[in-house]
């Protein structure tokens, strides 16, 4: 359907669809027989001005061009509103009517399984992702600075409209993360901006907006008011509706659709950053019933509630996207690389280790066994120095990256330590510091075990294993881990514990 024309007097409905009338803060929806009609409002919001004819005409041809995207069959065409006089006085938005059983909010609210229509959402979104604009002016709002100013922006206006179910100090942690991510990962930004993965998308894609029909979902009603809200990392957009799902209860749906869009993408999609999309996506829903209790003039009920139910499902992913480093040291037999290697599984972390480093630095195949005398061959004062030097530079890297990072290492030299206190302090990744202990008998006990698989283990005896432990410099920051007197599965549990304090 192209440009019509009808009377402001109305249209007679279709079918047995029945008349309805929906109205939002900008428009009002007519819905009659299989046909839905969109008029704006002349009202001036602020970051939106209807006010003129002119305006109104251009948003309803925009909204058509942009919603046809991914809806054509739904977006069928404006028509002229003329008065008794014959002049124009407004335009409507011509859509198609969506059955309202089959909206995606009304079936995961009723407990329908929603897996087939979500993979095909994702599916279709992925396909839309990669063609959509790009270019230098969309690229800017995927970059920190951008992503810093929206953050900043959705806190301010939660605390300029406060309810009574959120503490000043839930807002003060959400907004530290948040910014401890942005700040810290620049170069992970960046590389999403090289990679094209910033693009003009669909901005606002929530579970009341998609229908699950017969011959595959429709997203409808994408953020059209304002560009720059709608240029955004592709993960964000698609964050966007499972921060919805667990919004309304259905956690696991909006994990299997980000599954799904990342498989149907062809591209990984670092999981810290997913956590902080989702996040975000929460905190700036919070914003929106926080300023929708203020307008009510209800800072406590539904609206309130709400602000708190997001605030807490934006919290939670900031704490599971937060990029950490942590530093596992002890001496030989201590039980440091079982417990790295147990850490790194458990929070999804990239694992470092000084054994393989130093052997790779010297050319060396990192499972090969080079024993040699305290102080020499590979081990000598300078090779240790450029071994840490090596874990610390890779392990900015990949902090900057969205990558948590565990390092399996003695730490014996204090000045080492310090050295990978300063990596965290640049890359905004809080320093954790575990140092693994054992009594005497079973430290002696693994080293004298290890003459069994020495091309499983690193090349200290029990002789250097005695040489190193006296000359360790004491390790106060650290958090000792005993690992001799429990089960593995208990010790990294407790570990677990203490990097969550």
């Not at 975000?280 to 300023?291: D, L, Q, T």
Request: net charge negative; with cysteine; charged share 25%.
């Amino acid at each position: 359907m192209g440009t019509g024309q009808v009377s402001a007097a109305g249209t007679s409905g279709r079918g047995g669809w029945g008349a309805d009338v929906r109205e939002t803060h900008s428009a009002v929806v007519v819905l009659l027989g299989d046909r839905a009609y969109k008029v704006k409002k002349p009202v001036d919001l602020g970051f939106l001005d209807f006010t003129t004819l002119e305006s109104r005409t251009a948003a309803i041809s925009r909204e058509l061009r942009l919603n046809r995207r991914t809806a054509p069959d739904v977006y069928l065409g404006t028509l002229e509103v003329r008065d008794a006089g014959g002049t124009v006085c407004d335009h409507l938005l011509v859509m198609r009517r969506m059955p309202e059983d089959r909206r995606l909010a009304t079936l995961v609210r009723a407990g329908v399984d929603v897996t087939v229509p979500l993979r095909q959402l994702a599916r279709d979104l992925a396909a839309f992702h990669s063609t959509a604009r790009t270019g230098a002016a969309v690229d800017a709002c995927g970059s920190p600075e951008a992503l810093r100013g929206r953050w900043v922006d959705n806190l301010r206006g939660l605390r300029q409209h406060p309810v009574d179910t959120v503490p000043p100090q839930l807002l003060d942690q959400v907004e530290q993360l948040a910014l401890e991510f942005v700040e810290g990962r620049a170069p992970l930004l960046q590389s999403r901006i090289d990679a094209g993965l910033v693009r003009d998308g669909h901005g606002d894609l929530l579970a009341d907006d998609v229908f699950c029909l017969e011959d595959g979902p429709r997203a409808l009603d994408c953020l059209d008011f304002a560009d720059e809200l709608r240029w955004m990392d592709v993960l964000d957009d698609a964050a966007c509706l499972a921060t919805d799902l667990e919004r309304l209860g259905d956690p696991r749906a909006g994990e299997r659709f980000l599954h799904d869009y990342e498989e149907f993408s062809g591209r990984r999609q670092p999981p810290a950053l997913r956590h902080h999309y989702t996040a975000y996506r929460a905190v700036m829903r919070a914003k929106v019933a926080a300023i929708r209790a203020g307008a009510h003039g209800l800072p406590s009920g539904p609206d309130a509630d709400e602000v708190r139910q997001l605030l807490d499902i934006g919290l939670a992913h900031l704490l599971q996207g937060r990029v950490r480093l942590v530093l596992v040291g002890g001496g030989p037999g201590s039980g440091k690389s079982t417990l790295s290697s147990g850490l790194a599984d458990r929070l999804g972390a990239v694992l470092m280790a000084s054994d393989p480093e130093r052997k790779a630095l010297m050319g060396l195949d990192p499972t090969s066994h080079a024993p040699a005398a305290f102080g020499q061959g590979i081990y000598t004062r300078e090779a240790t120095a450029r071994t840490y030097a090596s874990l610390a530079d890779r392990a900015a890297a990949l902090l900057g990256l969205g990558e948590t990072v565990v390092v399996d290492a003695s730490f014996s030299d204090a000045a080492e330590r310090a050295a990978f206190r300063q990596v965290g302090v640049t890359a905004h990744a809080p320093v954790a510091e575990l140092a693994c202990t054992a009594p005497r008998e079973v430290l002696e006990a693994r080293l004298l075990r290890r003459a069994d698989v020495p091309d499983r283990h690193g090349d200290a005896d029990l002789a250097i294993g005695r040489r190193l432990a006296a000359q360790a410099a004491p390790w106060p920051e650290a958090v000792v881990v005993p690992t001799g007197e429990t089960t593995k599965a208990a010790t990294l549990d407790a570990a677990l514990r203490q990097l969550d304090r």
